[in-house]
């Protein structure tokens, strides 16, 4: 009876165990489709994000681990499959970090650009309203000088009108030229 026991136990096991492995190879085959999918949308969404030079690099190497993982996954190598998904995933996942930070880098870039537009902008704005004072304060300058030259003009109008108006007295007329005639005589014999 021990052994009928011993016997069944054993029979027992080794059913689990053949039943079990085809359950758990088919959670490792299951796994790797999962890692190969994931790792596929992840170059995906890298691909689409528009990677840069150095992202594309890693692309490249990301799509390498996923054709290294498919090829695996065909050949029944699961565990192999699903590490080289794994490894295109954390690649594509680089790639996308990378592109992020250059899109970043490339944004901050056109901040600080448009920045240093604005406060060039607003300096010529500053030198054209201190021109604009200065030619006003010119133009004032110029108008007063205008209004004090038209005031002389004025009163020398005012001069010339008051002396044309005014009779003259009558001059008198030059003294006469005296002129002495002086006669010498000279007695010859």
């Given at each position: 009876?021990?052994?009928?026991?011993?016997?069944?136990?054993?029979?027992?096991?080794?059913?689990?165990?053949?039943?079990?492995?085809?359950?758990?190879?088919?959670?490792?085959?299951?796994?790797?489709?999962?890692?190969?999918?994931?790792?596929?949308?992840?170059?995906?969404?890298?691909?689409?994000?528009?990677?840069?030079?150095?992202?594309?690099?890693?692309?490249?190497?990301?799509?390498?681990?996923?054709?290294?993982?498919?090829?695996?996954?065909?050949?029944?190598?699961?565990?192999?499959?699903?590490?080289?998904?794994?490894?295109?995933?954390?690649?594509?996942?680089?790639?996308?970090?990378?592109?992020?930070?250059?899109?970043?880098?490339?944004?901050?870039?056109?901040?600080?650009?448009?920045?240093?537009?604005?406060?060039?902008?607003?300096?010529?704005?500053?030198?054209?309203?201190?021109?604009?004072?200065?030619?006003?304060?010119?133009?004032?300058?110029?108008?007063?000088?205008?209004?004090?030259?038209?005031?002389?003009?004025?009163?020398?109008?005012?001069a010339a009108s008051a002396a044309?108006?005014?009779?003259?007295?009558?001059?008198?007329?030059?003294?006469?030229?005296?002129?002495?005639?002086?006669?010498?005589?000279?007695?010859?014999?």
């Amino acid at each position: 009876m021990k052994r009928q026991i011993f016997a069944s136990a054993m029979l027992a096991s080794m059913l689990t165990l053949a039943c079990g492995a085809p359950a758990m190879a088919a959670g490792k085959a299951d796994r790797a489709r999962e890692a190969i999918a994931a790792a596929n949308g992840k170059i995906d969404a890298a691909a689409s994000a528009g990677a840069g030079v150095a992202a594309t690099d890693r692309l490249a190497h990301a799509r390498e681990a996923l054709a290294t993982a498919r090829e695996d996954l065909a050949a029944g190598k699961k565990e192999e499959s699903i590490e080289a998904a794994n490894h295109a995933s954390a690649l594509a996942d680089e790639a996308i970090g990378m592109t992020q930070h250059a899109k970043a880098a490339q944004t901050a870039q056109q901040i600080e650009a448009a920045r240093a537009q604005t406060n060039m902008a607003q300096g010529q704005a500053a030198d054209a309203q201190a021109q604009a004072a200065d030619a006003n304060e010119r133009a004032a300058s110029a108008a007063q000088s205008a209004q004090a030259s038209a005031a002389q003009a004025a009163d020398a109008r005012a001069a010339a009108s008051a002396a044309a108006a005014t009779p003259s007295a009558p001059q008198a007329a030059p003294p006469a030229a005296v002129v002495s005639t002086t006669v010498t005589t000279h007695e010859t014999h």
